[in-house]
């Protein structure tokens, strides 16, 4: 009874300061009546349930004179009273309902009737000190009226700022002005009120009015009561009691509707007043601070913003990353192994993720030191333990996830974050592990990390950048970006992400294919990157790093001592360093994007271009190091001369540019006399002529077959000699008729022109009757490549044809075959091969060998292997009687292919290896067992049609070319070919199949036919000096 009482006058003040009830009279009706109400008659008043309502009347009476009292001014402002009265009125609820609780409860099966009994089964009893929904209403309601009156009254400018924001909201209007306290007695009225009111805020059902809306408005006076400048001064005691009472009252709460509550009245206070400053420390040194506090920040700063909007997520970063806190190392060190956490975190959702990693840019930008240290060091490690000599025992036993690690990163330092040369600093010793990863080539992390690092390298200056590219490549060794063990290595897993592996022996194969793999994605990088003033230094410094002397002899000091696996090794890593380097200027130079870049500015280029040609004139010892020596000169006189036969047709050359080439010219005589390889020496005789005449001469000069005879020794003067003597150029042609011109109208004129007109004609013939071996070599140089192509056609053709004058330089089309053979462009290998197959009767040993193993091991495109197996076919019908001789490399190579993955290479090598077959005849040899187990399994076993088209198709292919001696080279398998051959006709599914095997069939009908029924001759032989033959 009481309660409701109590409740009635929480009611009858709740309506105040809403319309109808704004005046002052209003307030002090309310007040008088309740006061007569609850004081009345207070010794002898009696509950009627007997319940005796002096005590919590006493209470009531002894809050409202103790708060009156801090007072010391009269008249006192009625809307004051009116606040002291709520306070009194809620502390008076509170305890009323705390004896509630003490009271025993009627057991639930009092009730006797049956509804009674069944509803006290189904229904839980109500706590006793639970109150209705309207009574909570009215609770915030009259709080209301506390804080816009009493508690308004007592607070500074600072902390008063959201109560008046929200009195404006709320349009509270009592009176004609704002309560006010004296400034002496603010401390007094507001701490008595709010220890009246802690245990109210913190009772179970009835705080919740005062913990959730009107949180903001009991924190802004707590904060004060703590924190405020003249209470911190002043109070000391009161501040630390109250400092205990706020964690007290925190614990009761929701930690997420705290924090969002503390981000508002941040975001509100103005900046250099106390109140910001305190917020923020009570934001960082209370939850931030505590286990889980950065995600519960970045929660409630989410819950209050668009996670999607980019700047509303810096501004919640940086409540964590640009905390006032004069401690920087504890601030690191506490939140940053929870950031590197919530960054390994498999399910995080986009727009936290986003903020995390914002957080992180913006502590790098505050301090790179201690983020690396802090914040990084976890999401890194997994690819940093790859570079430590414990990789090999880490890995194998580790759950980490690589794959999650490197998108992570990709978030970090690309997607998400803005790039600056702080943060991407701190990717420095994950670098070589990352260019692993991005040399996978069937991994989706592959674009991940090499974008990764062409934003690392976008950050760097050139120098550093090329720096960075000379240890990822592996020419150069850095303890900031340590290499990957060669011990372990990085395989795609089944999902197409990344994971570790042991590698068993680190073998030279090992290490070679892992480079190789590495500068092709290298390449990738530099592509991406469009920096073309760091490709040209990397270029340069490429140069620098090839020494084709590292395996001269060199003297060893006598101290020291070195085994010969110290020597070996040393040998290799000299070796592996000109390999890389070479292999790295092979694949610039095939990039079209790359070369642009770096010819754009020849004066640039050109000193670059020179000192890769004087490497080609140093002196080696070694025979591999001296064939990688040849194929670097060539390719850079190949690259320099279609280069500039493009411009000279697009006439983009400039006098300038002549001029810079023709530095050129040195080196490349230099070059000339050092190097023994003649299509070399061709191909530099080319640009030369090209250079001096300014892109005039672009055909070969004089007479090639000379040129090949008389050697390499000839010095620079006598080749222009020979080349003066063999033939003339347009250019030459025009002077010297001008010459002739001048002397004819000198002398006899008659004589002279009819000289000139001799001249004239033999000229005129000489240049019409020009050899299409000639014209095939001019497109041979020919910047576009399908004229390229074609002139490698066209060769081929004339070697097929048996041409004399091709014939006589097939030595130097066999290096151009073979040359041509290391083109990517498909159309260029294609023909290469086939010009490789014509020439096969002439050198054989070289030919067999060379499309063997291409067709073997070559990395080439399905299509382009499908092609070189009708080029082994065509090359086995050119050997003819020197096919048996050679027979196991061209079977070998086409088993191998057999057992390839593709089907069309399994097709197309079945087809060839039936042609070999059937020219091999009885030279087939023992090997027709296991020539016919295989068959007999593919068309068995083989899931793919074409596949089983051309195994049937070779047995075919194998009777005929055996004919009537079938029954003696497979005698011992005869019989279960026909097996099989029926068995395939009767369940293959695939027609032509079925037709392919009646074919068979009928071959070892026709052949059996004939052996047993052989046919009758009607002729006689008479012996008349020799004794007939037995007929038994």
Not at 167 to 179: E, R, T
Request: aromatic content about 6%; glycine content about 4%.
């Amino acid at each position: 009874m009481a309660l409701q009482v109590l409740f009635q006058h929480v009611k009858d003040l709740a309506v105040l300061g809403t319309p109808g009830h704004t005046s002052l009279e209003t307030v002090t009706f309310e007040v008088e009546k309740i006061k007569k109400s609850l004081w009345q008659d207070e010794q002898s008043e009696t509950a009627q349930d007997g319940e005796d309502k002096s005590d919590f009347h006493l209470q009531i009476h002894t809050t409202f004179r103790k708060l009156l009292s801090a007072v010391n001014t009269t008249p006192l402002d009625v809307r004051l009273e009116c606040g002291f009265l709520v306070v009194a009125i809620l502390q008076g609820i509170q305890s009323v309902l705390g004896k509630e609780i003490q009271k025993p409860r009627q057991p639930p099966g009092t009730d006797q009737s049956k509804a009674g009994r069944r509803n006290a089964a189904q229904i839980p009893p109500a706590p006793p000190d639970l109150i209705s929904v309207q009574q909570a209403k009215d609770v915030e309601a009259v709080c209301r009226v506390l804080f816009y009156t009493a508690v308004l009254g007592c607070l500074d400018n600072e902390a008063s700022l959201y109560v008046k924001m929200m009195l404006a909201k709320n349009k509270f209007i009592l009176g004609s002005d704002l309560p006010s306290v004296p400034q002496e007695c603010r401390h007094a009225v507001l701490s008595e009120i709010f220890k009246s009111l802690l245990p109210v805020m913190k009772h179970e059902t009835l705080g919740t009015c005062m913990r959730g809306p009107m949180f903001p408005e009991v924190l802004s006076s707590i904060l004060q009561l703590c924190f405020g400048p003249v209470e911190v001064k002043n109070f000391p005691e009161d501040t630390a009691f109250f400092r205990d009472q706020m964690e007290s009252l925190f614990m009761c709460m929701d930690t997420n509707h705290a924090i969002r509550q503390i981000l508002l009245l941040k975001g509100l206070a103005q900046r250099g007043v106390w109140f910001k400053k305190v917020c923020g420390l009570l934001l960082v040194r209370r939850f931030m601070f505590q286990p889980g506090g950065v995600a519960a920040v970045i929660g409630a700063g989410l819950s209050i913003c668009n996670g999607k909007d980019w700047q509303q997520c810096e501004a919640v970063a940086s409540l964590i990353a640009q905390a006032k806190i004069s401690n920087m190392d504890q601030l690191y060190s506490t939140a940053g192994p929870q950031i590197a956490e919530l960054l390994l975190q498999e399910e995080l959702k986009p727009e936290i993720l986003r903020v995390v990693v914002l957080t992180v840019a913006q502590m790098a930008r505050r301090s790179a030191s201690l983020t690396a240290l802090h914040v990084t060091h976890s999401l890194l490690k997994p690819l940093v333990d790859t570079t430590t000599a414990e990789a090999r025992r880490i890995f194998p036993s580790s759950d980490v996830n690589l794959t999650l690690c490197i998108t992570r990163i990709h978030k970090l330092f690309v997607e998400i974050a803005t790039p600056t040369v702080t943060l991407t600093s701190l990717l420095q010793p994950v670098l070589c592990p990352l260019m692993a990863v991005a040399a996978l080539m069937t991994s989706h992390l592959r674009s991940k990390t090499q974008q990764i690092l062409v934003r690392y390298l976008s950050q760097q200056q050139k120098g550093e950048a090329v720096e960075t590219l000379l240890v990822l490549s592996g020419l150069q060794k850095s303890s900031a970006s340590p290499s990957v063990d060669p011990r372990v290595e990085f395989s795609v897993d089944d999902e197409g992400g990344v994971k570790v592996t042991n590698v068993e022996e680190v073998t030279d194969d090992n290490i070679l294919e892992n480079d190789d793999r590495l500068s092709k994605s290298l390449i990738t990088v530099l592509e991406t990157l469009k920096n073309r003033a760091v490709i040209l230094e990397f270029y340069e410094r490429l140069a620098e790093c090839i020494n084709f002397t590292v395996l001269n002899e060199k003297k060893q000091s006598p101290t020291l001592l070195l085994t010969d696996e110290d020597v070996r090794k040393e040998q290799f890593e000299g070796m592996r360093k000109v390999s890389l380097g070479t292999n790295l200027l092979s694949l610039l130079a095939d990039s079209d994007a790359l070369t642009n870049d770096l010819f754009q500015d020849l004066s640039a280029a050109v000193p670059f271009v020179d000192r890769l040609i004087k490497a080609g004139c140093q002196e080696c010892n070694d025979e591999h190091l001296r064939k990688t020596q040849t194929t670097l000169v060539m390719n850079i006189v190949v690259l320099i001369s279609c280069y500039v036969s493009e411009r000279t047709l697009r006439k983009k050359m400039s006098s300038e540019d002549w001029k810079g080439l023709k530095n050129l010219v040195p080196s490349l005589d230099e070059v000339g006399e050092n190097i023994q390889d003649e299509t070399v020496l061709l191909y530099i005789e080319q640009l030369r002529n090209l250079l001096l005449t300014h892109g005039v001469v672009q055909t070969l000069p004089g007479d090639i077959q000379s040129g090949a005879k008389q050697g390499t020794q000839e010095d620079v003067s006598t080749k222009k000699g020979r080349n003066d003597k063999s033939g003339k150029t347009e250019v030459e042609l025009d002077e010297k008729d001008n010459k002739t011109k001048q002397e004819l109208n000198r002398n006899n004129i008659g004589k002279l022109q009819n000289k000139g007109e001799d001249k004239k004609s033999h000229d005129m013939q000489s240049q019409e009757v020009k050899s299409t071996y000639k014209e095939a070599m001019d497109d041979l140089f020919s910047p576009l490549l399908p004229v390229r192509g074609h002139s490698l056609l066209a060769l081929g053709k004339l070697i097929e044809q048996r041409d004399p004058e091709t014939l006589l330089h097939k030595d130097h089309l066999l290096t151009i075959f073979q040359h041509n053979l290391k083109d990517e462009d498909s159309y260029i290998y294609l023909m290469a091969v086939q010009g490789l197959s014509v020439l096969c009767d002439a050198y054989p040993d070289k030919i067999v060998g060379i499309l063997t193993a291409e067709f073997s091991v070559g990395e080439r495109t399905v299509e382009d292997r499908a092609k070189l197996a009708e080029a082994l076919t065509r090359a086995s019908r050119r050997l003819g009687p020197l096919l048996p001789h050679y027979k196991e490399q061209f079977i070998n190579a086409l088993l191998a292919g057999v057992r390839d993955g593709e089907p069309l290479v399994r097709a197309a090598s079945l087809s060839s290896l039936g042609d070999v077959i059937k020219l091999l005849r009885f030279s087939i040899g023992p090997i027709v067992h296991e020539v016919f187990q295989l068959l007999h399994t593919i068309i068995s076993h083989d899931k793919e049609a074409e596949v089983r088209r051309a195994a049937v198709l070779v047995i075919t292919l194998l009777l005929q070319g055996l004919g009537q001696d079938a029954f003696s080279v497979l005698k011992e398998v005869i019989r279960d070919l026909y097996r099989a051959l029926r068995l395939v006709h009767t369940t293959d599914p695939d027609d032509v199949v079925r037709l392919h095997a009646q074919l068979a069939m009928e071959e070892i009908d026709t052949i059996t036919r004939a052996f047993l029924l052989p046919k009758l001759s009607l002729s006689k032989k008479i012996y008349v000096t020799e004794m007939p033959p037995s007929p038994f």
